[in-house]
């Protein structure tokens, strides 16, 4: 029994996970406790901070390979991410991109054991996720980007998303990964949808041998830490991914027709279906689409209608929009997701982000790449941003809900990589992973100033059921800490908004409404041209720089300066 424990993986800490995955002598760690980089979010709420936030930065070597391990500390703060936690793994990310694009190899470990955003401090955390997800997709050109989850606590919430844009993932029996834990979509969707307490129905759902079964992980692992070397070694062989899940688009598409709604879906379906799944070929049958009128019910409908000139929309699905059109003579791609209640899967009928939203955003951002791969001018791609969360439910996770989301947010990124000027256009909700997925990889976001637009991670009741805290708590702390606020100005100070556009009618727009939109739009894409094609432009603005991200700028150059 001791001898297991001594080489058990998950028993061993965030920092001790890091060290051991190292060659002997080879582990060095950046921005250790010692440095003392707390979260200045958490004091004035009353919870102690932690000296390193919970992320372990390593360098090394791993038999005898240069590379760098990120570790999440899962005992702080259940792994949650923050302003500091979140720059620390970014920052991490874009240091090894900076590296392998001068042809220095170096490969990048990332074990995961988080619940997903630190709701204490909520848009930073969506910012940061973001981020570290822009980072994943630029490096998997290099080298392959290894994901790790050994068990306890798993991969949740936005950063089961990163998980999902990985180049290979190992996972033990033990582990789990999705997009909702089961007391929030208890919370969200009522116990007779799931119950947080039945611990054999979650791991059958999410659990690691089920993800692997599946197609959603690669390598299931011993819990023994030979093993995870072993794995990690194999996929860092292998090279960088040609094809990662998360851009084999119509493989997936041709999965999600294959499910018949209305039965019975337990793991074993699943597992039949994706073996039944042609890879390479799908047909697309949307004959029932073609007579299926949306009802106009969200603010973003509206705009998108307005927006897109009466351009036909070309989506087969009901739920997600996509037109081409023109604003002067530049070529834009318009998308968006809108509610549709006769939706096939019922948990994604008022405008959630579900599976089918993000293999579709997915598909129809990737044409455009594909259209336009030889063309000297990228068109332009504008995300009308109305979201209200994810869909919470059964189906949704034992589907892969969270790959369906890194699907989406993978093409914005590859879009935006490719040179193809992308803008999220904010006239309502923009909601926890719906956000992540489907406007938060944009080059520039442009928000309308109303009270109807609102960003955060998750509704009010979860947030304050899962920081045990009160409504009354929760908005109290917002006070505080303007991240966990749910308003676009408190958001705007954050420094990510380019741009936040007043006196325009959200509700019932008009033409006048339109063509100031147009306008913001055109000078965005003027603003990108010159521009990197990273997320950098939301650390150099001058909320940014005045405050709103000093803590994610001193993590990046104390980074750069122990590298």
């Keep these: 029994m001791l001898d297991t424990l001594k080489n058990s993986f998950v028993e061993c800490g965030g920092r001790e996970r890091a060290r051991v995955l190292m060659d002997e002598g080879t582990f060095r760690e950046l921005l250790g406790p010692f440095e003392g980089l707390e979260s200045p979010h958490l004091e004035p709420q009353g919870i102690v901070p932690q000296s390193d936030d919970g992320v372990v930065v390593g360098k090394g070597k791993i038999e005898g390979r240069p590379a760098v391990v990120i570790s999440i500390e899962g005992s702080f703060q259940g792994g949650g991410i923050g302003e500091v936690s979140g720059a620390k793994i970014a920052g991490a990310l874009e240091m090894a991109l900076v590296e392998n694009k001068a042809g220095h190899t170096i490969y990048p470990i990332f074990i995961f054991d988080t619940g997903g955003v630190r709701l204490q401090e909520a848009n930073y955390g969506l910012l940061s996720i973001a981020e570290i997800g822009a980072a994943i997709v630029a490096l998997r050109e290099y080298v392959p980007v290894i994901g790790v989850i050994p068990g306890k606590i798993g991969a949740f919430g936005g950063m089961s998303i990163n998980a999902g844009l990985c180049s290979t993932l190992i996972i033990t029996r033990e582990g789990r990964l999705g997009l909702n834990g089961p007391e929030v979509i208890e919370q969200e969707a009522g116990i007779q949808e799931f119950d947080s307490t039945d611990r054999k129905h979650i791991w059958g759902t999410i659990g690691g041998r089920q993800r692997v079964a599946s197609g959603f992980a690669d390598i299931e692992a011993e819990d023994d830490i030979a093993a995870f070397r072993k794995a990690i070694l194999s996929a860092i062989l292998q090279g960088p991914v040609e094809k990662p899940r998360s851009s084999q688009v119509e493989r997936y598409l041709a999965f999600l027709r294959s499910i018949n709604t209305s039965a019975v879906l337990t793991p074993q379906k699943v597992q039949d279906l994706w073996a039944e799944t042609d890879y390479y070929h799908s047909e697309e049958d949307d004959s029932d689409s073609k007579n299926h009128v949306v ?34 003579d530049v070529s834009v791609r318009f998308l968006a997701v809108v509610p549709d209640e006769s939706s096939r899967f019922p948990r994604a009928r008022s405008g959630e982000f579900g599976l089918e939203q993000g293999w579709m955003i997915a598909k129809h951002v990737r044409d455009a790449i594909e259209e336009d791969k030889y063309k000297e001018e990228k068109r332009a791609i504008v995300a009308v941003v109305d979201v209200p969360s994810q869909a919470y439910g059964y189906r949704e996770e034992l589907l892969g809900i969270h790959q369906a989301c890194a699907a989406a947010a993978d093409a914005y990124a590859t879009a935006r990589l490719s040179g193809h000027p992308v803008i999220a256009f904010i006239p309502g909700k923009a909601i926890s992973g719906a956000f992540l997925s489907h406007g938060l990889q944009a080059n520039r976001l442009i928000a309308l100033d109303d009270e109807g637009v609102n960003v955060h991670v998750m ?84 909320f940014a720089k005045e405050g709103g991200r000093s803590a994610s700028i001193l993590v990046r150059k104390m980074l750069a300066d122990q590298w």
């Excluded at 009802?295 to 929009?321: C, D, E, M, T």
């Excluded at 708590?473 to 556009?501: C, N, Q, W």
């Excluded at 006048?512 to 147009?518: E, G, S």
Aim: proline share 3%; aromatic share 4%.
């Design 459 to 542: 509704s009010k009741k979860s947030a304050a059921r899962i920081t045990q805290r009160t409504i009354e708590e929760l908005e109290e702390a917002t006070k505080k800490v303007p991240s966990m606020a749910y308003d676009i100005r408190s958001f705007e100070k954050l420094g990510a908004l380019h741009e936040l556009i007043s006196d325009l009618n959200a509700d019932a727009p008009g033409e006048a409404d339109r063509d100031v939109i147009f306008n913001r739009i055109q000078a965005a894409i003027k603003d990108i041209q010159n521009c990197p094609r990273d997320l950098s432009s939301r650390l150099s603005s001058d």
């Design 295 to 328: 009802k106009i019910k969200s603010r973003g409908h509206r705009w998108f209608n307005l927006l897109s000139a009466g351009s036909q929309n070309i989506s087969a699905v009901p739920s997600v929009l996509c037109s081409d059109s023109k604003i002067g």
